[in-house]
């Protein structure tokens, strides 16, 4: 490997610095100032990161809405889904998917769930990674497992955002 062209200690051992021009040492010069490296920004992120704490907040707020309803799911069962329709706009495909995952959705939560949606699909379009996605709604939500919160990325990217797949 080789040294790259710059300003070092001189290899004789003399006080002061010589400059290698990648190939060979220059002749004896006298030492210039160092300069300092050209700064470099640092690169920020062009994610905003209140994004993310605001789609934590939703899909807490989605758990716990889909927490309080798992009561009422087991005493609904026998009367069948309260969601029937057949999905032709991305919000049904979504909620279609939330139903072939055994979330329950009803018209008390239907908001909340298709806010939760649409927070996820605005954080794996910015470039988050969908496990972590799962795994920061996992964390975030006590009452959330690991296999409901992946599903429920997943119902998002299916239903209202396939363009993150």
């Known amino acids: 490997?080789?040294?790259p062209a710059?300003?070092?200690p001189d290899p004789s051992g003399v006080p002061g610095l010589r400059y290698w021009d990648?190939?060979?040492?220059?002749?004896v010069a006298p030492s210039p100032q160092p300069v300092a490296p050209y700064p470099v920004a640092a690169k920020k992120s062009t994610f905003p990161s209140w994004i993310i704490v605001v789609g934590v907040l939703v899909i807490v707020g989605l758990l716990y809405a889909y927490g309080a309803q798992l009561d009422s799911q087991e005493k609904k069962s026998a009367s069948g889904s309260t969601y029937t329709s057949t999905p032709t706009t991305p919000e049904d495909k979504y909620f279609d998917w939330l139903q072939k995952y055994d979330f329950n959705v009803t018209s008390d939560?239907?908001?909340t769930l298709l806010t939760a949606g649409r927070s996820i699909c605005v954080d794996l379009r910015s470039g988050v990674d969908p496990e972590r996605e799962a795994?920061?709604?996992y964390r975030a939500v006590p009452e959330a497992t690991d296999k409901k919160a992946g599903l429920?990325?997943?119902?998002?990217?299916m239903g209202l955002c396939p363009d993150t797949m």
């Open 135 to 137: 795994r920061t709604i």
């Open 1 to 3: 490997m080789t040294t």
């Open 152 to 157: 429920l990325v997943t119902a998002a990217q």
């Open 6 to 8: 710059g300003w070092y």
């Open 109 to 111: 939560n239907r908001d």
């Open 22 to 27: 990648g190939y060979q040492w220059t002749a």
